[in-house]
C-alpha cells in the first residue's frame, strides 16, 4: 500500500463546476498537508498549507483535513480553463511525500 | 525575490557520462530538498539536505548518485555513469522551516 493514494483522473468538467479532488493517506505521523498545482513542465506550485483537521479556505480554493480518517480534499470553485493542471497532494512529518496528482481539464 | 534557481533546465548526456544538476534556494532558506519525477507520475523524494549536512537520503539510489548543499554556493545533484533510466524531470526545492516547500521549474535530463 502506498503512503498516500490520489485518484489520477483525468478529470475532465465544464467551465464554473465544483472540482472535488481527494488523498487518502496510511501514516498517522503526518502532520502536514499541501495541495500543489503544476502546470504542463512546470514546476509544481505550492496552493494551499494545512495544519490541523478543518477547513481552509483561500479565494475558490478550500482545503479540507480529516486527520480521523486520514482523507483530504481541495474543492474548487465556479474552475476555471487556467485551472487545468495536475494537482498534488502532499503531506510530511520529516519529508514531504507527494500523491501521485490527478490531472484536471476544465472545458470552456 | 527570486524563486529557487535550478539549472540546466535541460541537459543530454550519453551513456556513461555524468550529470550535474544545480540549485540556488530562496534566498535565507536552509533547507534543500531534490525529487525526480518520471513522466505521469508524481514526485519521488531523494534527499534532504540542509548546509553542509545530508539530512535523509533514503530515497536515493546507493550507487552513482550523490547530493550536496555547500556552505557556499548552489546545492549539486550528481549522477555518475548515467543510464536510460535515469532520464526524468529533477526538481529542487527550498523550504524556511522544513515545512512548505517551494519549488524550481526543474532540470530535465534526457539520457541517449
Known amino acids: 500500500q502506498k503512503e498516500v493514494e490520489q485518484d489520477p483522473g483525468p478529470l475532465s468538467v465544464p467551465e464554473g463546476a465544483i472540482v472535488s479532488l481527494n488523498c487518502t493517506y496510511s501514516?498517522?505521523?503526518?502532520?502536514?498537508f499541501m495541495w500543489y498545482r503544476q502546470y504542463s513542465r512546470k514546476g509544481p506550485e505550492l496552493l494551499m498549507y494545512?495544519?490541523?483537521?478543518g477547513n481552509k479556505e483561500d479565494g475558490r480554493f478550500t482545503a479540507q483535513v480529516d486527520k480521523s480518517s486520514k482523507y483530504i480534499s481541495l474543492f474548487i470553485r465556479d474552475s476555471q480553463p487556467s485551472d487545468s493542471a495536475t494537482y498534488l497532494c502532499?503531506?510530511?512529518?520529516?519529508?514531504?511525500?507527494f500523491g501521485a496528482g490527478t490531472r484536471l481539464a476544465v472545458h470552456p | 525575490n527570486a524563486g529557487v534557481m535550478q539549472n540546466p533546465r535541460h541537459l543530454v548526456r550519453r551513456r556513461g557520462q555524468e550529470a550535474r544538476l544545480r540549485c540556488s534556494p530562496v534566498k535565507g532558506h536552509s533547507h534543500v530538498y531534490w525529487y525526480r519525477q518520471l513522466p505521469e507520475e508524481g514526485l519521488k523524494f531523494m534527499v534532504y539536505?540542509?548546509?553542509?549536512?545530508?539530512?535523509?537520503e533514503s530515497g536515493m539510489p546507493k550507487e552513482r548518485f550523490s547530493a550536496e548543499f555547500p556552505k557556499e554556493g548552489p546545492s549539486i545533484l550528481r549522477i555518475q555513469q548515467v543510464v536510460r533510466g535515469d532520464s526524468a524531470a529533477y526538481f529542487c526545492?527550498?523550504?524556511?522551516?522544513?515545512?512548505?516547500?517551494?519549488f524550481g521549474e526543474g532540470s530535465r535530463l534526457t539520457v541517449l
Open positions: 494545512t495544519y490541523s483537521s
Open positions: 501514516n498517522s505521523a503526518f502532520q502536514y
Open positions: 502532499a503531506m510530511s512529518d520529516n519529508k514531504l511525500i
Open positions: 539536505l540542509q548546509k553542509e549536512n545530508i539530512i535523509d
Open positions: 526545492a527550498s523550504s524556511p522551516e522544513r515545512r512548505e516547500l517551494f
